[in-house]
């Protein structure tokens, strides 16, 4: 009988200490839950507010500028003065235009500060008027980089940062490790290293495998010579192949953007109108002729008159940040880090 009593006993104290020790625990992680959520929501509403503050609008579109040769006298159209190109870069700088390469852009990897825009620069075929390194290692004078370079120093924020879109020309190279040097050096300087294919053909009157081989030749070489597997791949002359995915995807390459040599900005990567097989760059040239409407001035004028369509960062990259009235533009993947104020 003791043995049952103390027993008894025993089972209603347990029970006691069970449900004393029980209750309290869960009531703290409730409040701790709901502080942390009422936390949340402050951090929430502060960020938004801070997006509203510089008028973010990450859904904005953005200038994606083709260039070529870098040259004191130009022979085409395409060409440009070292002064026509640093008078360009300075109003980039000015405008609070940020550069980001192709593959930052294609990836959503935009980080700029707020309140700036991101601008692409491009550039077509390898020319050594692009870059050329002296004996020391230095971007000989009035070369596309020099200049960049020039510019950055001159104005904080202003990153030196290009996508160079390789031929087999190679900046005119044509000993190995030289091709490997000049690589290498815009690797490990910041330039992103695009595919050009390797003897710039219209790909619109090539078969599969010969797309293919264009592509996938010198994509190889690339990374090769400098342990850089392209993300993107500028077209030729702007042309698709007969079946435009060939270009993005192939036996030896895994392309994340096709960049053509359209007229117009680009739509921004989180928005439901950006074609990642399809993006459409804009003529480096003055307002002329045709280009009085549909190059890289026109469209600098077109974009600081209208605000509101242009790219404008919140200045953190975990967030998209844009009006509330854009939500319907927004690409499902990225509602995760969707930020509407």
Not at 186 to 195: I, P, T, Y
Not at 243 to 264: D, I, M, N, P
Request: net charge positive.
């Amino acid at each position: 009988m003791r043995l049952r009593f103390i027993g008894g006993v025993g089972a209603v104290a347990v029970a006691v200490i069970v449900s004393g020790c029980g209750s309290e625990p869960v009531t703290q992680v409730k409040d701790a839950k709901a502080d942390s959520a009422a936390k949340q929501q402050l951090f929430k509403a502060a960020q938004a507010k801070a997006a509203a503050a510089v008028k973010a609008n990450e859904l904005g579109q953005v200038p994606v500028l083709m260039y070529h040769r870098i040259v004191d006298k130009p022979g085409t159209t395409d060409d440009r003065t070292p002064a026509q190109f640093r008078t360009e870069l300075e109003r980039l700088a000015k405008e609070n235009y940020v550069p980001v390469t192709a593959a930052e852009f294609v990836t959503g990897k935009i980080d700029i500060p707020a309140g700036k825009h991101p601008v692409v620069l491009t550039f077509d075929d390898s020319s050594p008027s692009q870059l050329t390194l002296d004996a020391m290692g230095t971007p000989k004078a009035n070369t596309a980089v020099a200049i960049m370079r020039e510019v950055a120093a001159k104005h904080s924020g202003f990153r030196p940062v290009a996508t160079f879109y390789i031929t087999r020309d190679m900046f005119g190279k044509h000993v190995r490790e030289e091709q490997a040097q000049t690589l290498l050096w815009l690797k490990s300087n910041g330039f992103d290293l695009g595919n050009h294919t390797r003897d710039h053909y219209n790909l619109r009157a090539r078969t599969h495998d010969q797309v293919e081989e264009q592509i996938g030749s010198i994509g190889k070489e690339i990374n090769e010579l400098a342990g850089v597997k392209p993300v993107t791949i500028a077209l030729p002359y702007g042309v698709q192949p007969r079946k435009k995915e060939w270009a993005a995807r192939g036996k030896s390459y895994h392309h994340q953007g096709v960049f053509l040599a359209g007229y117009t900005p680009a739509a921004s990567p989180f928005s439901k109108s950006f074609d990642a097989l399809g993006i459409p760059r804009i003529r480096a040239m003055d307002k002329k002729g045709d280009c009085a409407q549909f190059c890289s001035t026109a469209w600098l004028d077109w974009l600081k008159a209208n605000p509101d369509m242009r790219y404008t960062s919140d200045g953190d990259p975990s967030t998209v940040a844009y009006p509330k009235f854009k939500n319907p533009f927004l690409r499902a993947s990225y509602k995760a880090k969707a930020l509407a104020y």
